[in-house]
């Protein structure tokens, strides 16, 4: 993605993980390490995937260290598909690896973000997590943990209008008894083509607030 990626791999439940890090292009310390988890492995789901480039880059350009990583299965990762629940063991092992201290940024799309809602889970009342980024948010398809009370404020929740993988109603459904909001993008499918640059400024204005 830039000068300062790097591709390696790291030790999860499964065996090895592949990770891609990118830092801040600026000489400053990065703000924290946010780690980002992609869309479903079955339907070609990738760190690569355009959504999770596109976190990626908002969040370096905000002076995060941005981690993205294969679910098992996926890439150069060892293991098989594991229905979330191998995938979840997965996440957690980047962040012990990648963000053991420090401040914490998880996020995630589609998949990635039920995933992402059950890293939360697990680990909010261990660590402060600065921030929260979903998009696409698979509720109609899985489990999606609610976000903590306390993390409201730091969260963003980001759904395309017209999104016809997971329709938004379930999304509102999730989020309503939450009393979490949701930013709806007019017209935004599930990929979200032709509308990343404005789904990364929404991200980077979440981000810098």
């Known amino acids: 993605m830039n000068l300062k990626t790097r591709r390696y791999q790291i030790a999860g439940a499964a065996g090895a993980i592949e990770v891609l890090r990118d830092e801040p292009l600026d000489s400053d310390p990065p703000h924290g390490v946010a780690v980002i988890a992609h869309p479903h492995p079955l339907f070609a789901g990738t760190m690569d995937n355009k959504v999770v480039q596109t976190l990626a880059r908002a969040f370096v350009q905000c002076g995060w260290t941005a981690i993205r990583f294969n679910f098992r299965g996926v890439g150069q990762t060892a293991g098989e598909h594991d229905d979330g629940r191998g995938e979840l063991l997965d996440m957690l092992s980047v962040i012990e690896a990648e963000a053991p201290t420090g401040p914490l940024a998880i996020a995630g799309f589609s998949f990635g973000a039920f995933v992402a809602s059950g890293a939360i889970a697990r680990l909010h009342e261990q660590r402060a997590i600065e921030k929260v980024v979903l998009i696409g948010t698979a ?29 938004l109603s379930a999304v509102l459904d999730w989020a309503r008894p939450q ?8 017209g935004g499918g599930h990929f979200f083509h032709g509308q990343l640059t404005l ?5 980077v204005r979440h981000l810098r607030s």
């Open 139 to 167: 509720a109609s398809r899985f489990e999606v943990s609610p976000l903590p009370a306390t993390l409201h404020e730091q969260a963003l929740v980001i759904h395309g209008e017209e999104d016809d993988t997971v329709p």
């Open 199 to 203: 789904l990364k400024s929404l991200v």
């Open 179 to 186: 009393s979490l909001p949701v930013t709806v993008v007019p």
